[in-house]
């Protein structure tokens, strides 16, 4: 059984730090991708920074230097590393797996989330 469990969200101010985690079970990142995807009210579900099982980044954010994600196989932990955080990061951030791969990072490729963590940006 496939579980992702989010943590870490927080709020903070603008140009600050911060570090989310994702636990999970049932699956492998050898052979599984792993997405960190965000939602803002009234938004659709984006995609920021996903690896696939071979280490392929993708995202909004994985090509401009402030995020980054690193995966743990050994505690079944993927972190993802947000830097220089401004108001328009707001939002519930969510990781989530593929059933089977898919390229990209967009929420169609995707078939199992957290509930999500939610992180505050202020000005």
């Known amino acids: 059984q496939v579980q992702l469990v989010e943590s870490g969200g927080s709020s903070v101010q603008a140009g600050g730090s911060l570090r989310l985690s994702c636990a999970f079970s049932g699956f492998s990142l050898d052979d599984h991708a792993i997405g960190w995807f965000r939602q803002a009210p009234g938004k659709r579900r984006e995609g920021v920074f996903c690896?696939?099982?071979?280490?392929?980044?993708t995202g909004i954010e994985s090509e401009k230097g402030r995020f980054t994600v690193m995966r743990d196989k050994a505690k079944s932990i993927a972190y993802l590393e947000m830097n220089s955080l401004v108001p328009e990061d707001s939002a519930t951030y969510y990781c989530?797996?593929?059933?089977?791969?898919?390229?990209?990072?967009?929420?169609?490729?995707?078939?199992?989330w957290g509930e999500g963590t939610l992180v505050h940006v202020s000005s």
């Open positions: 989530g797996t593929q059933l089977t791969p898919w390229p990209g990072c967009t929420t169609r490729g995707y078939d199992y």
């Open positions: 690896v696939s099982a071979e280490g392929k980044e």
